[in-house]
Every structure is written in C-alpha cells, then in structure tokens.
C-alpha cells in the first residue's frame, strides 16, 4: 500500500507535468557544468550562456584560477567539460595524470606575452636580467620559443613546444630563469626585469597585451584554446551545442569588439 508521503510526491509529480514543467531530475540532466577560467574563457561563456538557454541547455559556470582542478575535476566526473587549455597542455596533462581528457572543438587564440614593468625592449634588457616562465611543461615551453623567437636564446631544437631551461644552447645576456606559477606572474611582474604571462592572467591583471607586450606570439600560434570533454560525454547533445554556440557568429563578434586582437578567434 502507498504511504500517504509516496503519494503526496507523486501528485507533486502530475501537477508538474500537467503545467507543462519538468520535474526537478529531468531538469538537472539539461544542466551542463562547465569549469574556466576568469578571463577571457567565462566571459564568453556569458555570451553562450543565453544562445544554449534557447536550446534548451542551462550553462553552469564554475570558474578556477589554476589549471589542474579544472581538468581534475572533468575526468573525475565532478564536472562535465572545461575551456581554459591548449592541446600541448592537454597531452602533457594526459601522459602526466594518466588522464583521457579529449578535444570537442577549437575556439580561440591568446597570443603568450613577454612583459616587463622596467624595461620598455628586448634590447634594454640588461646583463643577467631575472625572467619568469610558467612552470609547467606545456607553457613553460611556449615561453622559451616566444624568447628564442626574440632573439634573447637559442634552443637545441628550435622547434620543440616542450623544450626545458636544460636545452638552452646560446643564453648571450646570462639571463636568470625563475619557473613561477602561471597565475602568480602577474602579480610578481615588479620585481622581475621580465615575465612571460599567459593571456587570459594578462586580461585578469588589466593589461593590454596590444599595447603592453615587448614581445607577442602572432595569429599563427598553434596553441589554439579548447572546449575539453571526457570520451564518455564529448558526442553529449548538450556537450555539441556548446561546442556550436561556442564557435557561432555571435561569440566571434564579441571576441573582435571586446579583446582587440588580444583575443583571436580560431573559427
């Protein structure tokens, strides 16, 4: 026999479906979460946020200042995708975490930065100059190339996204390399002759890399930032419509308005 409980939620139940209204469970499956970081990946997601409403799809945003949990978080199902990383950074991550993270779709670009508060060239930099890098793999060799490509080092392989303080074969100013979190180099930025700083912490920090970078990677960059998903989730309808608001008309536009080539869209 029903309890008087089973059936108090059971009309709850018809009500619902009889005002045309989901119950709460079938409304939590169209809930997509989300993991970026502040600028500039969850302030486009702002704008896709009402292009999936009319597709049904309620956008839950969590942001993160860092760039392991986001991907933590994804592959221990706490969150369904995230937006914050390149595919060098991907692999790196996978092969070190022994993770399966995959790509959904290619979004935009941030071109990597040199920045100093003390010197407004390469050229003025001085004998034995402190320099910042990220200190993981993946931007932390996107760093070096940036600084080969001005002519500051020479890399045993020129062309390897991975290569490490270690394979610096020319460094003619004796500059003093510090390996600081990515997040933190803004904030340091003062007490260093030099800092190469992600964009998105660049943004975050008020800085217009048009104007302020010494020295810029340019529009051919391969690190093209990523829309990530888990192998069991990435062909999710919900997953694909943000994959398609993401790289729709509308986000292209506001990236041009609102970044100014700080921010380039890879679509």
């Given at each position: 026999?029903?309890?008087?409980?089973?059936?108090?939620?059971?009309?709850?139940?018809?009500?619902?479906?009889?005002?045309?209204?989901?119950?709460?469970?079938?409304?939590a499956a169209?809930?997509l979460?989300?993991?970026?970081?502040?600028?500039?990946?969850?302030?486009?997601?702002?704008?896709?946020?009402?292009?999936?409403?009319k597709?049904?799809?309620?956008?839950?945003?969590?942001?993160?200042?860092?760039?392991?949990?986001?991907?933590?978080?994804?592959?221990?199902?706490?969150?369904?995708?995230?937006?914050?990383?390149?595919?060098?950074?991907?692999?790196?991550?996978?092969?070190?975490?022994?993770t399966?993270?995959?790509?959904?779709?290619g979004?935009?670009?941030?071109?990597?930065?040199a920045?100093?508060k003390?010197?407004?060239?390469?050229?003025?930099?001085?004998?034995?100059?402190?320099?910042a890098?990220?200190?993981?793999?993946?931007?932390?060799?996107?760093?070096?190339?940036?600084?080969q490509k001005?002519?500051?080092i020479?890399?045993?392989?020129?062309?390897?996204?991975l290569?490490?303080?270690?394979?610096?074969?020319?460094?003619?100013k004796?500059?003093?390399?510090?390996?600081?979190?990515?997040?933190t180099?803004?904030?340091?930025?003062?007490?260093?002759?030099?800092?190469?700083?992600?964009?998105?912490?660049?943004l975050?920090?008020?800085?217009?890399?048009?104007?302020?970078?010494?020295?810029?990677?340019?529009?051919?960059?391969?690190?093209?930032?990523?829309?990530?998903?888990?192998?069991?989730?990435k062909?999710?309808?919900?997953?694909?419509?943000?994959?398609?608001?993401l790289?729709?008309?509308?986000?292209?536009?506001?990236?041009?308005q609102?970044?100014?080539g700080?921010?380039?869209?890879?679509?």
């Amino acid at each position: 026999m029903l309890n008087k409980r089973t059936l108090i939620l059971a009309a709850a139940v018809l009500a619902l479906a009889a005002c045309g209204q989901k119950p709460a469970a079938t409304a939590a499956a169209d809930t997509l979460v989300i993991a970026a970081t502040p600028v500039p990946h969850a302030e486009i997601l702002e704008v896709v946020r009402p292009i999936l409403a009319k597709e049904g799809v309620k956008l839950d945003v969590k942001v993160f200042n860092d760039y392991v949990q986001p991907n933590l978080q994804v592959a221990q199902k706490q969150l369904d995708v995230n937006y914050f990383q390149t595919a060098p950074y991907l692999d790196e991550f996978n092969k070190a975490r022994g993770t399966n993270l995959v790509k959904v779709v290619g979004v935009h670009i941030e071109p990597i930065g040199a920045y100093s508060k003390k010197f407004k060239s390469l050229a003025e930099l001085p004998q034995g100059a402190s320099v910042a890098i990220p200190n993981e793999p993946s931007n932390g060799g996107r760093a070096l190339l940036l600084l080969q490509k001005g002519g500051l080092i020479t890399l045993k392989d020129p062309a390897n996204p991975l290569s490490t303080l270690n394979d610096i074969v020319a460094n003619p100013k004796g500059l003093k390399f510090k390996e600081l979190e990515a997040a933190t180099l803004p904030r340091v930025l003062g007490e260093l002759d030099l800092a190469v700083i992600n964009t998105n912490y660049v943004l975050d920090a008020g800085l217009n890399p048009a104007k302020d970078a010494l020295i810029l990677e340019d529009g051919n960059s391969p690190y093209v930032n990523l829309l990530v998903a888990r192998p069991d989730n990435k062909d999710d309808p919900r997953v694909q419509k943000l994959a398609k608001a993401l790289t729709s008309p509308e986000v292209k536009a506001f990236i041009a308005q609102k970044y100014a080539g700080a921010v380039q869209p890879a679509f």
